[in-house]
Structure formats: C-alpha cells, structure tokens
C-alpha cells in the first residue's frame, strides 16, 4: 500500500509539473528575431543650456568635476524633476526598480514632457521587480521620442510565471541590472542608491528609506554615458517593442492620468510646483555649493560572467579594494546589506590589526526588509567584533533626513537603511549602489562614484555620523555574560533619553527571531 501512495504521488507531482510547463508554454514571449537598434549618448554638453551654465567653472578646474550629495529623499526627487525640466537633447535613465505609484508617476510625467518638447529618451530598466507592467512599457514607448528596453527579461511575459522561470532558469534570469542613473544632456548626472517610487522619496507609506544620492556634473558625466551606452546596446538588453502587444487603443496620457490618482493634496506635484525655481535656479547656478574634486565612474560590465569563465570578478570590489589597502586611520561604511563572508571578516580584522579604525552600519534585525540576508550578516557578527570592527545597527525609529520645506510626506513611517556609502580615511568616498552581500559582489551589475575629496568626506561624514549615534542606531558589541562567562551579544542605544542595554535582537518578536534562525541555513551563495 506504501508502495502504492508512492508511485501515486510520484506520478501527481510529475503531472502537476507537466501542467504548470504547458501554462509556462502557452503563455506570451519575446520575439527573438526583434532588432535592436544601437544608439549612443549625446556629447555635445556644450550646446545645451547645462552644458552652458557649467563651462567656465570646468574650465578652471581642469580634470575634475562637480559633485553635491543628495541626503533626503525630497531634494533627491526634486532634483532629478529640474533635471528633466531643464533636459534639451537627452535623458538617459537606468532603473532596478520604477514603481508604478505617485513618485514614479510624476517623474514619468516630467520625462514625457521633455520628450513632448523633443528630448530624445532612452529608458532602461531591470525587469525583475519592475512596476511599470507591459501594457505600461508599451504605451511609454510608443512614444516617438522614448524607447524603454529592458535587462534580461523573463522570456515569458506573464507575471505569474516567474517563480516558475527562476526555478528554471536561476544561472541565466537570477543575473540582475541594479545600477541606478539619471542622466541630463551629457552634462548631469544623479547616480546612489535611489531607485524610483514612494519609499526612495519620501512618499506616502508606512515606511520609507533612508539612502544616498550624488549629483555629478562635469567630465565624470561622459563616462557615466559610455556605460550606460554599454549596457544599452549589450545583447543582454531587449526593447520592449519584441514583447507581444495586446490593445493599444489607450493613450499614454490616459496611463499618467491614472498614476496621477495616487497622489494626495500632499504630494510631489504640490511640492514641485512650489519649489521648482528653487531647484531648476540651483542647477544653473549651483557651482558655489558644488565640491570639485576628481573622481571616477566605477561599473560593473552589463554581462560580469563572461562564458567558460568559473567565476565573475567585480569592478566595484576591485576599485575599493585599491583604496581600502592604502587606509590608514579609518574606513566607514553604510550600507543596508552586509553580508561579509569569511573572505571579508579575515580583510577586515587585517585592516582592525594595521591600526584603522573600521566602522560599520547596517540595518537592524527590525528594519531589514531582506531577512534572509540579515540571517547571513548575522553568522559573522561575533567573529567581526572580536576583531575590533565596530557595528552599529539602524533602527526602525530613526528619523531621515527632512528639508525645512519638507511637503512630500504627512505623518511619520517606520525607517530602514537603504543607502551605500564608504569614507575612506576622511578623503575618499564611495556612494553607488552596491551592497557588500554575495549578489552585489558575484551577480548584479553595480555602478556608483568613486571621488578623492576632504570636502566631500567631510559633507558625508557630517550626515551619515547622526545614524551611528546612539538615538539612531544600536552599537552591537560582545562582552561576558557574568551569569555564564561565556561571550554574548548586546545591544546598547538611547532610548528617551536614556541609555538601554539589550541581550537580544530589539524590536522584532521571538517568532521573528525563530525565522531567522531557519533562515541561517541558506547557503550564503544563495543570499
């Protein structure tokens, strides 16, 4: 009789595979036969209204460029918003997420009335965790001005499916384009840790992130275009126009009318409307607040695993390795996922023994919004500790960065670090969109600036010092229990204006902690 359960049920789940291929089968695909025009970034900055207002400071600071950090979410999305107003022949943008709510509506309608006004614009996203859906795709770009392509697409069109297709596919469609760029007439760029949508910006939600963006102007803007180029025309990439098309009787205005129903009487319109001179007259005539230094775009290539090779290399990693060897006092790092790995805890109790002080921010148990990943971060903490390394953990309680002017939001949302930093020694910084995990350092392509400059050090320093205090951010160290003798974590931060000393993981539930006791068991190159 066992027997007989067994073959049945062999036989059920064999059935049921077959029945999920047929669906997977039936559903719409990518012509694979659809041509993909190469196009190229517009080089000519000069001629542009940008290209003018910066020409005689990028004359008298040959070699370098004009960098300005993006701290809150408002400034971040109100910038790019001017950029997009100011654009007159290009727009480049490259996203691992756009939301389809109010931030990512009203960007688009910003992007649409540049191409209205004839702004050639190149749109590239990752299709993975993409919002906007295909009829979206579709009618974005149908416009004569803007073509969308998207990053390794799921050759099955249908949503559903997905799950399905990773399974399938994990070594081909678990390759993912992370990078995030905003790019204006050859002469602007915005590159961090940003994607596009309420949670990035401020928007309405029951959380929001805290995160990192820079503005680039300058030489550094032409090498950010070339990758960009490099991606867009890479044999990874696909046009939307090769997805199947299904009624396109509604118009692309109608689509922004319909995101436009997301946004309250609070909302980014109302707040650009009400400082859109402020942030358009701070592009033209921002030199002053701009700190010029040299810097360089450090990018992974759009395919980091090249066929037959064992293993991909990363770029990124290999850029601040150069800087990290040659640190001699301090390195700090913020960044959401950190997962260092017995290869990272051996380099960074190294750098703890040459005397450099090394800290390390990341997001709490509480406010990770990848747990699974903390679960791996969490195997490494006390052998990071015993090494001298400094850990301090963001709290969901922490509040961001908020301009005077603040009109995005109403009421208060729970935090969570998104953002990826590192000041070396207090002269160089790295902001892009790298995490130190496994994926960021193995499988996503990545991108961000790399820039020597005490000026700029000193402005990130100056912000990111306020989420290590104790009001922001838990301090992570490993003492004796005095009951056991035996080494332990605790967890000490300032909680109404007093000091409080924790034995577990804060603010999470035991449940909470039990998953992620489980979830400890997943091979980190899974993660």
């Known amino acids: 009789m066992q027997t007989w359960f067994r073959l049945n049920g062999q036989r059920a789940r064999l059935a049921a595979a077959a029945v999920l291929l047929l669906l997977v089968a039936a559903c ?52 790019r918003s001017a950029l997009a107003d100011l654009a007159e022949r290009s727009i480049d943008v490259q996203y691992y997420i756009y939301d389809a709510d109010a931030i990512g509506g ?4 910003r992007i649409v009335a540049a191409a209205e006004r004839g702004v050639r614009v190149r749109m590239l996203f990752d299709d993975h965790q993409l919002g906007l859906d295909d009829r979206a795709l ?5 416009h004569p001005n803007i073509e969308v392509r998207a990053f390794n697409p799921f050759p099955d069109r249908a949503r559903w499916s997905r799950p399905l297709q990773l399974l399938s596919r994990l070594d081909v469609l678990g390759k993912r384009m992370h990078n995030k760029v905003f790019a204006v007439d050859g002469q602007a760029a915005v590159l961090g840790g940003r994607n596009i949508g309420n949670v990035y910006f401020e928007g309405e939600g029951e959380s929001n992130f805290r995160d990192f963006d820079l503005l680039a102007s300058g030489p550094i803007v032409k090498d950010v275009s070339d990758h960009f180029d490099s991606y867009w025309n890479s044999a990874i990439v696909v046009p939307v126009s090769a ?22 009487e609070v909302g980014p319109q109302v707040a650009y409307d009400k400082r859109k001179g402020e942030f358009v007259q701070r592009l033209l005539e921002g030199q002053g607040d701009l700190i010029w230094a040299k810097g360089t775009a450090v990018v992974e290539p759009p395919i980091r695993q090249k066929p037959g090779d064992a293993k ?11 800087v990290r060897q040659k640190a001699v006092s301090e390195m700090t790092i913020a960044t959401a996922y950190f997962v260092p790995g017995e290869r990272g805890v051996e380099v960074l109790s190294d750098l703890v ?6 800290r390390i921010l990341t ?23 015993a090494a001298g390394v400094e850990l301090h953990e963001y709290r969901t309680d922490s509040p961001r960065p908020t301009a005077a002017t603040q009109l995005l939001r109403t009421g208060r949302s729970e935090s969570a670090l998104h953002g990826k930093a590192v000041v070396f020694d207090r002269r160089v910084v790295w902001v892009g969109s790298a995490n130190f995990d496994p994926r960021s350092r193995r499988l996503n392509t990545e991108g961000g600036l790399l820039i020597e400059s005490e000026a700029l050090a000193k402005r990130v320093l100056g912000t990111i010092e306020r989420d290590f205090s104790a009001e922001n951010s838990w301090r992570v160290t490993l003492e004796e229990d005095p009951r056991t003798q035996q080494k332990r974590l605790y967890w000490t931060g300032s909680r109404g204006g007093k000091i409080v000393r924790l034995d577990s ?23």
Not at 106 to 109: A, G, H, T
Not at 353 to 358: F, L, Q
Not at 363 to 385: C, E, F, I, K
Request: hydrophobic letters at 40%.
């Open 28 to 79: 719409a695909t990518i012509s694979a036969d659809h041509p993909a025009e190469p196009s190229h970034a517009f080089r000519q900055p000069e001629q542009t209204t940008l290209g003018r207002a910066y020409a005689d400071a990028q004359a008298r600071r040959p070699g370098e460029s004009g960098f300005r950090l993006l701290n809150s979410g408002s400034s971040a999305l109100l910038t």
């Open 106 to 109: 009203f960007l688009l309608e």
């Open 138 to 142: 579709a009618l974005i770009d149908a």
């Open 243 to 264: 997805y199947p098309r299904s009624n396109m009787e509604e118009r692309l205005t109608e689509y922004l009318t319909e995101l436009r129903g997301h946004t309250r």
């Open 312 to 322: 991909s290399s990363s770029e990124v990693a290999r850029a601040l390795a150069i």
């Open 353 to 358: 023994r040459s005397g450099v002080r090394v």
């Open 363 to 385: 997001n709490s148990l509480a406010s990770t919004d990848v747990v699974p990943v903390h679960a791996g971060y969490a195997r490494y903490r006390s052998a990071l500790l």
């Open 505 to 527: 993981e804060p603010d999470v539930s035991a449940l909470h902690k039990l998953r992620v006791f489980f979830l400890s068991i997943i091979p980190e190159h899974l993660l």
